[in-house]
């Protein structure tokens, strides 16, 4: 009896003893990763994260202002991407409704 009762805790502690082997690290990966999902962008965040890399990007004599002349080549970079987009989406409909690749005039 007392050997059946011996077996019985060994096995229940070789038991706890290997769940906390797996489940360490597990849950240490999870604590690491958990503070990251936490910390989403709201959108006026992801607004004003995106107007000072564009105030980076164009203020040319640093003044932390968009001039005049700063704002023309904003704004002609904004159109050649809508027209390089507008093209990329002419050309996949053209290839779709082909059914094969349309060739391209480079």
């Known amino acids: 009896m007392k050997t059946h009762r011996l077996q019985t805790v060994c096995a229940t502690l070789a038991v706890l003893v290997a769940a906390g082997f797996w489940a360490g690290p597990v849950l240490l990966a ?14 006026a965040e992801k607004k004003a994260r995106l107007a000072r890399e564009e105030l980076v990007q164009y203020d040319k ?21 809508a027209a390089e987009k507008r093209k ?14 349309a060739e391209t005039n480079k």
């Open 61 to 81: 004599n640093k003044n932390g202002k968009m001039d005049p002349d700063e704002l023309a080549a904003e704004k002609a970079d904004k159109n050649k991407a």
């Open 30 to 43: 999870a604590e690491k990763t958990a503070p990251a999902a936490e910390k989403k962008e709201t959108a």
């Open 88 to 101: 990329a989406t002419i050309q996949k409909k053209k290839e779709d409704a082909a059914g094969k690749p």
